[in-house]
């Protein structure tokens, strides 16, 4: 009986063990990551209600004009970080832990879509392993359904995405090449 009730459990909570949102506090900075719907403006309301005053933008190539217009245009520029070399989130990670360590910040809010919220912790996680930083990981919502991830195609796609990067990344696989298996391993599937 155990052995049909694993799967079960498993496949009826996959969708909302992948979303981590903790609850906001002060912090020297908002790293912001690229690559989903209302992460700026998540960042934006974050900095509005006062729990940091220094933003970053991430893969910062992932970003559109008018998220920079909107966030240069409510931050005063040297508050205003961009990062144009990491090309994913572990990239993302390192810099940040750069970034952080050289300018002798010790708390952050991480911003980024529910659904990665998971595989963003894991990552930041261990690459802020020393200790001394605290991280705070804030989901923005999407169209992602995590109670009932299976309900619509855009949810199973985005559960089964990130649980492929999820391997992949826990066996060291990340950024442009990672992203091209996956790229091929999805269309296989999930078209």
């Known amino acids: 009986m155990i052995v049909f009730a694993i ?35 998540k960042g934006l309301t974050l900095i509005e209600q006062g729990f940091s005053n220094k933003i970053v933008l991430t893969n910062a190539r992932g970003f559109s004009a008018a998220d920079f217009k909107r966030v240069n245009d409510e931050i005063t520029y040297e508050n205003v ?71 619509d195609k855009y949810s199973i796609g985005v559960t089964g995405s990130e649980y492929i990067k999820l391997i992949g990344n826990f066996i060291g696989i990340h950024g442009a090449f990672a992203k091209r298996q996956l790229y091929k391993f999805e269309s296989y599937f999930f078209s």
């Open 7 to 41: 799967p079960f459990f498993f496949l009826l909570f996959a969708g909302r063990w992948l979303v981590i949102d903790q609850q906001a506090k002060q912090a020297d900075v908002i790293f912001v990551l690229s690559g989903g719907e209302g992460r700026v403006d």
């Open 81 to 151: 970080y961009t990062d144009y070399e990491s090309t994913s989130t572990l990239a993302s990670a390192k810099y940040s832990k750069e970034l952080m360590q050289s300018e002798d910040m010790t708390s952050a809010l991480i911003v980024s879509s529910d659904y990665h919220m998971r595989r963003t912790k894991l990552i930041y996680d261990r690459t802020f392993n020393d200790g001394g930083i605290e991280l705070t990981f804030i989901s923005t919502e999407s169209d992602y359904l995590p109670e009932r991830w299976w309900a």
